[in-house]
């Protein structure tokens, strides 16, 4: 990686990427953004010309499909879109079989969601296309780990007008359900390796256990965690997890964990408001804060796309291929 | 060649001198070429065709008096090595950035060398992808021939004859404190293949 180039052919996870991947992945983005926000022209790129990406979703997912579909189409790629209940995995096909017929009709870039963690990797071992892991059961998700990054090294080198600044010594609170969410694992592995320092807060019976030996703080305290932080990430409570009685009652979970514009008291003003979306308002986040001045969630969404771009573009043109 | 800091005389192409006169003749030129001259507005390919884009554009301000937009191209959007793997991903030294309107300009590439021309390619690809032009022209420091694409400089500085083995060095003292030309040997490519040994 000593000159700053790309050799992988697939992204799994953010555990496999060094912290310099992980910042050629964030400075690569830029001039994938500035894409789409031309005010004039052709919001289009033909890097990937001719190319054809297919988007196999297995899970439900209206909005990260979207972004890499809009992301494929500004590289000029053709698109494909498969889900569960539209593929053959409802008659009994194999995953290695489906994706054998994925591969006949010569796709380059194969996006894929599955509730398995583990079912990227296993794929781009014994397949030549590349594999893009858009969310893996509890295991990881890295674009957005990777577009959360990049909001935040935006939005720090906007505020201390410093283009070169970096994430070395920022504090990043992560609130919410961390058990059930890889978008959380994905951002401590990725920020940890950028130089930030996590935190976790949540009720207890929503953490992982030994999650602590990712190198993070754990409180269930909300006023702990939101002291001193830069960044406060919501992640999306889901509700379903209630009838499971993880934790006693919605208000409960409110009183204790929301961030709203009284707990965002206990942050520093600067502080950064973050969610992955979709958000459940005045839930895990309240609509005010949501709304607020403090909160990039949209700029998170319109940077998802940029990112997803710069990753089809390494992994492509990169010279990644076996 | 052995690479040393006090480049051998007769490599350099073009003094500092020589490239101050080039650019004052080329200013003239597209000014004469260019009437009325307030349609113009100057791309500088990145990196070096920028900072020979601002002095173009200076030294055309001084004759007529009209300060013409400049701006930056990046190009490495619209490359065409990318498709056969020939394109190394490398974090991007600068990108595209200029905020006037292409539509109906005149608009002036500027680089510092052209060879291939596929540069100039990409660049006149990615300028339509922003707007219509009314009209694009190319200015280049440097043509050192070697071209495998039919694309020629409207205004040019120096033409030298070279060989694909040739390396021309633009330095611009804005990037590499100094203004000169030289033409070096490339460096070898590290290959299987042992060296010729011409002595035998």
Redesign the interface.
């Known amino acids: 990686m000593a000159d700053g180039g790309w050799s992988r052919k697939d992204l799994i996870g953010i555990e496999a990427l060094s912290r310099d991947e992980i910042t050629l992945i964030l400075d690569t983005a830029p001039q994938f953004a500035a894409i789409s926000e031309r005010s004039s022209g052709i919001k289009k790129v033909p890097l990937l010309k001719g190319r054809l990406v297919v988007n196999w979703f297995y899970e439900p997912s209206t909005r990260t499909r979207n972004s890499f579909e809009l992301a494929a189409k500004r590289l000029s790629a053709d698109t494909l879109a498969m889900t569960a209940a539209s593929s053959s995995s409802v008659k009994g096909e194999t995953l290695h079989d489906t994706l054998a017929n994925i591969e006949a009709i010569h796709a380059d870039v194969i996006v894929i969601r599955h509730g398995c963690a583990g079912v990227p990797h296993i794929l781009a071992d014994r397949h030549a296309s590349h594999i893009i892991n858009a969310g893996d059961g509890r295991h990881e998700h890295p674009t957005q780990a990777l577009l959360d990054a990049y909001t935040i090294r935006k939005q720090l080198r906007l505020r201390l007008g410093d283009p070169e600044a970096t994430l070395d010594g920022l504090k990043v609170a992560i609130v919410g359900d961390v058990e059930h969410s890889r978008v959380a694992r994905s951002n401590i592995l990725c920020l940890k390796r950028l130089g930030a320092e996590v935190r976790l807060c949540g009720p207890s019976t929503l953490m992982p256990q030994g999650i602590a030996q990712m190198g993070v703080q754990v409180t269930a305290n909300l006023e702990e965690a939101l002291a001193d932080v830069d960044v406060v990430y919501t992640l999306r409570l889901q509700l379903e997890r209630q009838a499971k009685a993880l934790f006693p009652s919605l208000r409960e979970y409110i009183r204790l964990f929301q961030v709203n514009t009284a707990t965002m008291r206990y942050a520093p003003e600067h502080a950064l408001v973050m969610h992955p979306g979709p958000i459940n308002r005045d839930v895990e986040l309240s609509s005010e804060v949501a709304d607020g001045e403090r909160s990039v969630i949209l700029d998170q969404v319109s940077n998802g796309v940029a990112i997803r771009m710069a990753v089809m573009h390494l992994l492509v043109n990169g010279g990644g291929q076996e | 060649m052995k690479h040393t800091d006090i480049p051998h005389e007769d490599t350099i192409i073009m003094t500092g001198e020589a490239m101050e006169a080039a650019i004052h003749r080329m200013a003239q030129e597209i000014i004469s070429e260019n009437d009325p001259i307030d349609a113009l507005v100057l791309l500088g390919i990145l990196r070096r065709g920028r900072p020979l884009a601002d002095r173009i554009a200076a030294e055309i301000h001084r004759l007529t008096g009209y300060q013409a937009p400049v701006g930056s191209l ?1 190009t ?3 490359r065409d090595d ?2 056969s ?1 020939m ?6 030294k600068g ?3 200029f905020d006037f ?1 292409v ?1 109906d300009r005149t608009v002036l590439l500027v680089d510092d060398v052209l060879a291939a021309g596929r540069t100039i390619r990409a660049a006149m ?1 990615e300028v339509m ?3 219509r032009p009314r009209r694009i022209q190319l200015a280049c420091l440097i043509d050192c021939g070697n071209r495998e694409l039919p694309i020629q400089a409207d205004y040019l500085g120096w033409q030298v004859g070279t060989t694909p083995r040739d390396w021309v060095s633009v330095h611009l003292h804005e990037i590499d404190g100094e203004d000169m030309v030289l033409v070096e040997e490339r460096p070898a490519i590290e290959t299987d293949i042992p060296p010729v040994d011409l002595d035998s």
Do not use: F, M
Not at chain 2, 87 to 92: A, D, F, L, M, T
């Open positions: 990046a490495t959007l619209y990318y498709r793997g394109g190394v991903v490398k974090s991007p990108e595209t950035h309107n539509d690809d992808d922003y707007g």
